[in-house]
């Protein structure tokens, strides 16, 4: 027995001994590809010296002797710190990502070889400027000179993941680039997936005229100059006053999913001098997106001949979409424009290679492409497109359920053009000295649309729509709200409207511009911009406190930008639970009445704040989510699981009985008319039961941030038991759907209140004092699991800090992580 103790001892002493040599040595084959920031490398191509100085958050600032040096630096730099992360976005939009992960992402490589979106990025680089190639040639020199010094210098294959999926590395190109622009634009859409869930629900509706409840428009006339607060809503001045009082707003301190208005999402506003306390234009920009590790954004400042730029960049592209300028600022938010149609073709009954058309039958564009998948055969698909676009199969979205038998479904999309030169915007933007030549930049911007925020040193502020917009007629069928018939001449696009038809706002007379993707016009169709906006909440807390303070500062902004208060919270309790407060008997502790009006008494004395300390906000998201959910299950059947993201205008619509909508609230089935006050309570109890499973039968000790944890996921490593426990990062968080610091939640599955869509960056820009401008990512600057610049900035992002966004060089080199020096070689 003894000497069969010592065995298992050796061999379980052996095991470990095992697995402590093979961990560490892969740690120090991963580790390996942490790049080291005070490293000289001699490399080909340059012009002189490049200097790439990394502060002590890990932004890269880089000073060289020509632009083209910068832009090489600047390559150079995203390589280091992110190669995976490039290397797999390239290989999404390329539709090869089978070739690395099987059969499991077949569906998305189909879809994007049907798109064309690599053949649309290639043939759209002769349409940019002989000036804007050469950036993007010297920025992809600048990766390619990284990759050439892994491969030399035996730099652990450049990123960890490598070591698990070893794909052929193919150098980086041009056009590249330009593909993960339209990679962008692509996740930012929503508009062709509003229309299938559109047509979906009206045939599943016994009443379809009820869907102008379900999927409502955005109320009221649009907005966008937010100066006065009162008149924005219609409401008269001394109620406004009554309901903020004279203290000012309160400075709070704070991979892809499914549902509406899950697409572009962003928040951004500028002030003039005249509402500024220190006498120069504000700014504040936090795009939002799925929250991922590392996030989508990379910091970087770049020292070229018109003077410096910093802000935030996207890995793969040479712009920074988000900063700033010694002259100028910008930020961008998903504008919503209705840049998608989708059309039902017919196919020739006797000959299914043609379709129909307002002149007869023509024969669909077809060609096979070949997808390889990792040890598998290769699938031969075939590509079908029409002069409405490319076929998109059922699979997609849900469109066969909507596609009738006999015909197929077609998308035209203004991204897919052969002349996409959005990123010759942000080229453009970086080297603007004026609000004119920024405007006029533009111009080049494609898709997906967007809302372009300006502020300048000279204290001007402007909003312009950039983007491409469907020229369409007025007869179109539809009105693009649903998928439309693709023979029929007047639901085809003519083209596409002139530049100065999209929307401008500039130089407000009350001193201020704003947009949380929010209606900003009312215009007719076919120049109404889009029936399906991104906001209805966020915009009205945004006014309110632009309005609460004659002057702003760069602190009321950041304020703003961390307000965690949810306007959906304060209208929608008032209505749901007004005949529920304080109208209960006397009940027994454990019971579902006593639970109910302990819900009830704390839901009354709350104040909208999301805050992931408080029991409330859990409270009232699992309520409103339950309570719509019920409202709608029994008039759409099983389309209910596509509705479990809160509407809050679809519950205002039935509460107020608006036009007749409160008939939503009785159970068709049933013998019995229901009153929405017992559907209200029948959902809250569903609610409390389902929370209580959860979280125990204590209300008090429930917390919001304990369900609203931030899940940055890593897009392949983040599935897996082995390393997700590293490579994924989750914080408690507050805030929520509706609040400006936006933490949007699924809805569904089993983690439906975790927080999952957000602002990755967030800058906020002073032009009286541009040195004191701020900004921050999700993560860290870092795409290595090993590196501490992995997430090091992601606990001062959770807790609503900054870090500073200088352009002074001294600063940068102040307390420096390294300095990496880039030699050209020498002839």
């Not at 409160?662 to 068709?668: A, E």
């Not at 009153?675 to 204590?698: F, I, K, P, R």
């Not at 082995?722 to 939640?745: E, H, K, P, Y």
């Amino acid at each position: 027995m003894i000497t069969l103790l010592r065995w298992l001892t050796r061999l379980v002493g052996a095991g470990i001994a095992v697995l402590v040599v093979a961990g560490s040595l892969f740690y120090w084959m991963a580790s390996r590809s942490i790049p080291d920031y005070e490293a000289d490398w001699t490399v080909p191509g340059i012009d002189g010296e490049i200097e790439i100085v990394r502060n002590t958050a890990a932004v890269p600032h880089i000073f060289a002797l020509t632009d083209h040096d910068a832009y090489y630096g600047l390559g150079f730099s995203h390589a280091q710190d992110r190669l995976w992360q490039m290397l797999l976005m390239r290989r999404q939009a390329q539709g090869r990502l089978s070739e690395v992960f099987g059969r499991r992402t077949l569906e998305i490589d189909d879809l994007m070889r049907r798109l064309d979106l690599d053949g649309h990025a290639t043939r759209s680089l002769d349409a940019f400027s002989e000036e804007s190639r050469g950036i993007l040639q010297a920025y992809a020199d600048g990766v390619n000179a990284w990759l050439r010094l892994v491969g030399s210098e035996a730099l652990g294959r450049g990123a960890p993941e490598l070591f698990l999926f070893e794909p052929e590395i193919a150098p980086w190109r041009p056009n590249d680039s330009v593909l993960i622009s339209f990679l962008m634009a692509l996740e930012l859409a929503t508009h062709h997936e509003n229309e299938i869930l559109r047509a979906r629900a009206s045939l599943a509706l016994p009443e379809p005229g009820r869907i102008a409840d379900l999927m409502p428009d955005a109320p009221g006339t649009g907005a966008a100059e937010l100066g006065d607060f009162a008149s924005l809503l219609e409401l008269p001045r001394t109620l406004f006053a009554e309901a903020t009082g004279s203290t000012g707003p309160r400075d709070a301190l704070h991979p892809n999913w499914q549902g509406l208005n899950r697409g572009g999402a962003s928040n951004v506003w500028a002030a003039t001098p005249a509402r500024s306390a220190a006498g120069g234009a504000l700014m504040a920009s936090d795009p939002h997106q799925s929250l991922s590790a590392p996030t989508l954004w990379y910091l970087a400042r770049l020292e070229l001949a018109t003077g410096g730029v910093i802000g935030a960049t996207i890995p793969g592209t040479p712009g920074i979409l988000n900063g700033r300028s010694e002259r100028l600022s910008w930020g961008i938010t998903a504008s919503y424009l209705d840049d998608i149609d989708l059309y039902i073709e017919e196919v020739n009954p006797e000959n299914p290679t043609q379709y129909r058309t307002p002149d007869g039958w023509a024969e669909f564009e077809t060609r096979r492409e070949i997808i390889e998948i990792a040890d598998e055969a290769p699938v031969t698909i075939t590509l079908r497109e029409t002069v409405n676009g490319p076929v998109i199969p059922g699979a997609h979205w849900n469109a066969g359920t909507v596609t009738p038998a006999g015909h197929v479904m077609t998308m035209r999309w203004t991204a897919l053009s052969d002349e996409n030169t959005t990123i010759q915007t942000g080229l453009r933007l970086m080297r603007a000295r004026t609000i004119e030549e920024a405007l006029e930049a533009g111009e080049d911007f494609v898709a997906p649309s967007a809302n372009l925020m300006l502020a300048s040193e000279d204290g001007r502020i402007a909003m312009q729509v950039v983007g491409h917009m469907p020229w369409r007629l007025i007869e179109h069928e539809t009105q693009a709200r649903m998928p439309s018939r693709g023979w029929v001449e007047g639901n085809r696009w003519q083209g596409i409207t002139q530049y100065f038809a999209n929307p401008t706002f500039i130089d407000p007379e009350r001193g201020i511009l704003g947009n949380t993707n929010n209606k900003m016009v009312d215009r007719d169709f076919p120049l109404h911009v889009s029936f399906h906006w991104g906001d209805t909440q966020r915009i009205t807390r945004l006014g309110r406190l632009m309005e609460a303070r004659e002057v702003h500062t760069r602190d009321s902004f950041i304020g703003a930008q961390l307000d965690t208060v949810s306007p959906a919270a304060r209208n929608l309790l008032p209505l749901v639970a007004r005949d529920l407060w304080f109208t209960g008997q006397p009940a027994a502790i454990g019971t579902t009445e006593r639970m109910r009006q302990r819900a009830l008494e704390l839901l009354a004395d709350w104040n909208g704040e999301m805050n992931e300390h408080l029991p409330e906000p859990l409270i009232f998201a699992a309520w409103m989510r339950a309570l719509q959910h019920r409202l709608v299950r029994d008039d759409i059947g099983p389309l209910a699981e596509e509705f479990w993201t809160v509407e809050p205008v679809f519950l205002e619509r039935v509460f107020r009985d608006i036009d007749g909508a409160s008939v939503w609230c009785d159970v068709r089935p049933s013998s019995v008319i229901e009153t929405c006050t017992e559907m209200a309570q029948l959902s809250l109890d569903a609610a409390l039961q389902e929370l209580s499973e959860t979280y125990g039968d204590d209300i008090e000790s429930w917390r919001w941030g304990a369900a609203h944890e931030a899940l940055h996921e890593h897009p392949v490593l983040g599935e897996t038991r082995l390393f997700s426990w590293i490579v994924n990062i989750r914080q408690a968080t507050s805030g929520g759907d509706f609040t400006l610091n936006r933490a949007a939640t699924p809805g569904t599955g089993p983690e439906p209140y975790v927080n999952i869509h957000g602002a990755g960056y967030r800058g906020v820009y002073d032009f009286a004092d541009p040195d004191s401008s701020v900004f921050i990512i999700a993560t860290g600057q870092s795409g290595h699991p090993l590196s501490r610049h992995y997430d090091d900035m992601g606990e001062l992002w959770r807790r609503g800090e900054y870090v500073p966004m200088t352009l002074d060089p001294e600063l940068a080199r102040a307390a420096n992580l390294g300095i990496t020096v880039l030699r050209p070689q020498s002839n």
